[in-house]
């Protein structure tokens, strides 16, 4: 019994070596779990069209219209449907001639109308046209807006290894020239000129940033959305590949035919030429007669004295009406200021044909400059990388020093930058060449039932 303590120990230091390791080792399995990693996906020019045309509030604009127009134009229908008018009046009279009160319900019902509801049903649906036409404007400028700024920041982002090989090269060959200058080695003038050469590279090396961040600011606007996910590499690359192919196989002519088929100017004018159209009609049709079929009841109203009594009754009235309204030669006016407008439309369409033919000229020829440089900044990024290549086995065998190895791969990176810059610049050439021509290979407009329905 003297020892029951030591017993009551022993099994407490027991359990606590079976139990507390297990639990110490369960819970450290709790808490040293790693936390859920979530890849975004990477974000390419189609994704950015399709973010675009879904946040654009200049596109959201453009449906509201179609919106306003369609409403606008099913009002104007609204005299074909039956209209009704309903008259109460109340009355005291100090003899009691007229009755406490009378009603008067008409109803009325247009048959036909030469230049009535539906001539100016007409008129109004060619506003739903163009804001239709409007809608595929603004999505081709959308489209262009977002290719190009998609570009630009895709370009400027891979720009950053060779600034960070400029800014290592351009110290390297100062602290040389330094140490130069510090032997009497260099006249002032030659201090001087590198002093201004690195200057010069590191201005280039701090503004990075501010071209970066401004050319995302653009691309963020054309999307209306802060980019989060990163710019997919190869989708890009491909399309800059694809894009150069097509820019080496048809000629100026093959584009102004294009633009001619696909500017949605041009069919925004169309549909201003018919609207002035059926308004020249419109005007013209006015001095035709309307015939409507009328209903008349009116209760209340005054008859005959019968036995000194007034006599208050009810009756039902129906009828046809014609009416035939001449204003004197008002209308004939407006149907000339009408045909008069027609032949202004048709000059300001010849006017955009004009207009686009040489914008579409414009750009063929300046993509087709970009081009011939490109071919020249190909040679220059071969030669800049057999030049890098055999600096690096002088230096191998002591031949320069690390210094102009430096130099040599910076300019080797600064090469391919300018032949990837000038790369995008011709793409973003090639596809502001398509836009000219209203996106012929714009998909939503080929395959949707617009064009058709417009004769568009």
Sequence with gaps: MRNYPLYICALFCLASMLFFPCYSYTKSRKTLRLPKVILKPSFGLDNAVETAYQNR?????????????????LAQLSGYLPQAHVRTVLTKSVQSVFPPSQTQIDFSQLLLNFAGPIGEYLIARQDTHIAEIGELLEQDLIRFQVESGFLDFWNITH????????????????????????????????????????????????????????KQAIFEHAIEQTLLPPLHTQSTLNFLSDALEDAAIHSVDYYQVQAMQHRKELGIKDQEIIQEEYR?????????????????????????????????????QVGFSVDWDFDGLGNAHRASAADAAVTAKMMEKYDVINTINLEVQTTFYERQELRKQLDAAKVRLEESESTYRLQKKQYEIGDISAVAL????????????????????????ERELQFRCGYPDNDYINNGNLKSRLGY
């Design 280 to 316: 020249k009609d419109f005007f013209e049709r006015s001095y035709l007669p309307s015939v409507s079929l009328f209903t008349t009841i009116n209760n209340g109203q005054i008859s005959t004295f019968i036995d000194g009594q007034n006599a208050i009754k009810t009756f039902w």
């Design 406 to 429: 430096a130099a040599a791969e910076q300019a080797w990176e600064q090469a391919q930058f300018d032949f990837q810059d000038l790369k995008v610049k011709t793409v973003i050439k």
């Design 57 to 73: 509030s200049s596109l959201a604009a453009r449906k509201h219209r179609i919106r306003v127009a369609k409403n606008n134009a």
């Design 159 to 214: 720009k950053e290894k060779t600034i960070a090989l400029l800014e290592q090269a351009a110290e390297k060959q100062f602290q040389k020239a330094h140490n130069q200058d510090r032997v009497g080695l260099l006249s002032i003038t030659q201090w001087h000129d590198e002093k201004a050469l690195f200057a010069e590279d590191m201005s280039t090396v701090l503004s990075y940033e501010d071209e970066r961040n401004r």
